[in-house]
C-alpha cells in the first residue's frame, strides 16, 4: 500500500533527494564506464574530461548532503521516510567517493600511456572494470525499483572480483619479479586493479544500504570475501 | 518490506507482544460503546510495572477513552458502558465492590489542560493526602507537600509562596503542580492524558524531564499527539485507529521500523 504525506512538499522534498541520488549514480556510473573505455583506448582527451568532471559529483554529493540535514531537521521523518533519507546521505557520499576512483584511475591511465604500457600476461583490467560495472548498473537498477533480491544477487558477485584482484596482483607482482623495468608500470596497474576492487566494494556497500532500505534490517551474515592479496606473499 | 495489512473493519490481531513479564494493569479483550457506537473494539494489553507506555493514533481513534477506563473515568460518562476486563494487581477495577475514589489515587490522572483547583498551591498538593486520610499530622501532610512538589520539580519555584492561588501559576507550573498532587497520595500508575498539548516547549521539557523521573517510581500511560513525544518519554508504544489496538512495541522499533501498514503510515504522516 503506498501512501503519500499529507503535507505534499514533504513528498517532495524526498522526490527532490531521490531524484539527487538517481542522478548522481547514472553520473557516477558514467564516469567509471568512461575510465575503464579510456583505459583500453588511450585517448587522453577523453581522460581529461573525467578528470575534470569529477568535481560536478561532488557538488551533487554536497546538495544531497545539504537537503538530506534539511529535511532531518525540518521534517523529523520516520520509519522508511527515516531510512530513506539517512541511505540516500550514505549512498551519496559512497557515489562521491567511488568517482574519486575513477579520477584516480584516470590520472593512473594517464601515466601509464606516458610509459607506453600494454597489457601484461595473465591481467585484463578492462573485464574486471565490465564487471564492476555491470555490479554499478545492477545495484541501481535495485535502488531504482527497491528491488532487495537483485542487491543481494550484488553483493554476492564481489566475490569474483575479490578473486579477480588477487589473481591480477599475483600476476602483476610476478611480471615485475621477472622484469624490473615493468615496476613503474606494474605499480600503477595494482594501484588501478585495486582502485577498481574498492568501487566493487563500494557497489556491494550500496546494495547493503539498499536491503536495509527495504527491509529495515541490515543483513546479519558475513558476504564471502576473496581479496587475499593482503595475505598473500609472491613467489 | 513484508507488512500486515488487515481489513481494519474484520477483526484483527494486534500486531506485536501486547503482554509484559511485570504487569501492574492487564485489559483484556475491552470494548467501550458510547450508546450503540463501539468506540473500542477487542482491545488486550498489559502496562508493565515502572513503565512509560505511549497511547497514539489519530483524533477519535479511541486512545483517551480506553486510558479513561483505567481509572473508571468513563463512569461519569452515563452513555458510555465497558466491556471485558481490567485489572490493577490482579484485581478487577470493574468489580461492583470496587470504590472509584481510592481507586483513582491508586491510578491518577493529568490531563490536557492544567485544571488546579481554585485554592493554594498548598492545598491543592495536601488535597488527595488529606481526604485519603494520609498523614498523621500537620508536619507529616507539611513533608508530603513538600515531597511532593519537588519530585514535580516546582518546590524551587513556590517554596515561598504556597499560600498564593495555584490557578495564579504559569501554565507550565500549573501542569507540574497537576502532577503533584497526583503523586500526593502515592499511585501506582499515572495516566497522562496529552499533558503537554498547551504548553510551550519549555515548559513541556520539563514535563518531560519530569516523566523520565518519575518512570523510575511509577508505570505511566501517557497519550500524546505529538509523535516526538512519544519518542522521547516512552520505552513502549502503542498505537490505535479506529478503536483498534493495531501495533505495540518498543519505540525505537515503532518509529524505525512498524510492522503494520497502518502505523507505518500515521507515524510517517500519510494519514491522521
Redesign the interface.
Known amino acids: ?1 503506498e ?5 505534499s512538499s ?1 513528498d517532495n522534498d524526498l522526490n527532490k533527494i531521490n531524484n539527487n541520488l538517481l542522478k548522481l549514480g547514472t553520473l557516477g556510473l558514467d564516469q567509471f564506464e568512461k575510465c575503464i573505455n579510456n583505459f583500453g583506448t588511450q585517448n587522453l582527451k577523453e581522460i581529461d574530461k573525467v578528470i575534470a568532471f569529477d568535481e560536478k559529483l561532488d557538488e551533487l554529493d554536497d546538495k544531497i548532503q545539504k537537503s538530506g540535514f534539511e529535511i532531518i531537521a525540518l521534517r ?8 530513506r533519507v539517512i541511505v540516500a546521505l550514505k549512498i551519496s557520499t559512497i557515489l562521491e567517493r567511488i568517482g574519486d576512483y575513477s579520477r584516480n584511475i584516470s590520472n593512473r591511465t594517464k601515466v601509464l600511456i606516458e610509459l607506453n604500457y600494454t597489457d601484461l600476461p595473465g591481467v585484463n583490467i578492462g573485464k574486471m572494470g565490465q564487471k564492476t560495472q555491470q555490479m554499478f548498473e545492477d545495484v541501481l537498477e535495485s535502488y531504482t525499483n527497491e528491488d532487495d533480491k537483485l542487491a543481494i544477487k550484488v553483493r554476492n558477485s564481489d566475490f569474483k572480483i575479490d578473486k579477480m584482484h588477487t589473481e591480477y596482483y599475483l600476476e602483476i607482482i610476478s611480471s615485475m619479479q621477472r622484469n624490473k623495468k615493468l615496476a613503474p608500470i606494474g605499480t600503477h596497474l595494482l594501484f588501478i586493479a585495486k582502485n577498481i576492487e574498492r568501487v566493487a566494494d563500494y557497489v556491494t556497500d550500496i546494495a547493503e544500504q539498499i536491503y536495509f532500505l ?4 541490515m543483513l546479519s551474515d558475513h558476504r564471502p570475501k576473496a581479496d587475499e592479496t593482503s595475505l598473500k606473499i609472491p613467489e | 518490506m513484508n507488512l500486515k495489512n488487515d481489513d481494519l473493519t474484520k477483526s484483527i490481531k494486534t500486531v506485536g507482544d501486547v503482554f509484559v513479564k511485570d504487569a501492574r494493569i492487564k485489559a483484556r479483550n475491552v470494548n467501550v460503546f458510547y450508546a450503540e457506537k463501539k468506540a473500542i473494539d477487542e482491545v488486550t494489553i498489559d502496562i508493565g510495572n515502572k513503565e512509560v507506555i505511549s497511547f497514539i493514533g489519530p483524533s477519535g481513534c479511541g486512545k483517551s477513552t480506553f486510558l479513561r477506563c483505567f481509572n473508571r473515568m468513563n463512569d461519569t460518562i452515563d452513555i458510555c458502558r465497558v466491556e471485558g476486563r481490567i485489572t490493577l494487581d490482579e484485581e478487577n477495577i470493574y468489580d461492583k465492590n470496587v470504590d472509584v475514589v481510592p481507586l483513582r489515587a491508586r491510578i491518577g490522572m493529568v490531563f490536557q489542560k492544567p485544571n488546579p483547583f481554585p485554592k493554594s498551591i498548598f492545598d491543592n498538593v495536601a488535597y488527595g493526602p488529606r481526604i485519603h486520610g494520609l498523614a498523621d499530622n500537620k508536619s507529616h501532610l507539611d513533608n508530603i507537600v513538600e515531597m511532593s512538589l519537588k519530585r514535580a520539580g516546582l518546590w524551587n519555584e513556590v517554596s515561598d509562596r504556597l499560600i498564593s492561588p495555584g490557578t495564579g501559576l504559569s501554565g507550565g507550573q500549573q501542569q507540574r503542580l497537576c502532577i503533584a498532587r497526583a503523586i500526593a497520595v502515592s499511585p501506582e500508575v499515572i495516566l497522562m492524558d496529552e499533558p503537554c498539548s498547551a504548553l510551550d516547549p519549555i515548559a513541556t521539557a520539563k514535563i518531560e524531564e519530569l516523566i523520565h523521573e518519575l518512570g523510575n517510581d511509577y508505570s505511566i500511560v501517557i497519550v500524546t499527539h505529538s509523535m516526538q513525544q512519544a519518542a522521547r518519554v516512552s520505552k513502549r508504544t502503542a498505537y490505535f485507529h479506529l478503536g483498534k489496538l493495531i501495533e505495540v512495541g518498543k519505540t525505537k522499533d515503532i518509529f524505525t521500523r512498524p510492522q503494520h501498514n497502518q502505523t507505518e503510515a500515521y507515524i510517517s504522516g500519510k494519514i491522521g
Open positions: 500500500m501512501h503519500k504525506h499529507i503535507d514533504f523529523s521523518p520516520r520509519a522508511i521516510d527515516l531510512r527495504v527491509n529495515g534490517k
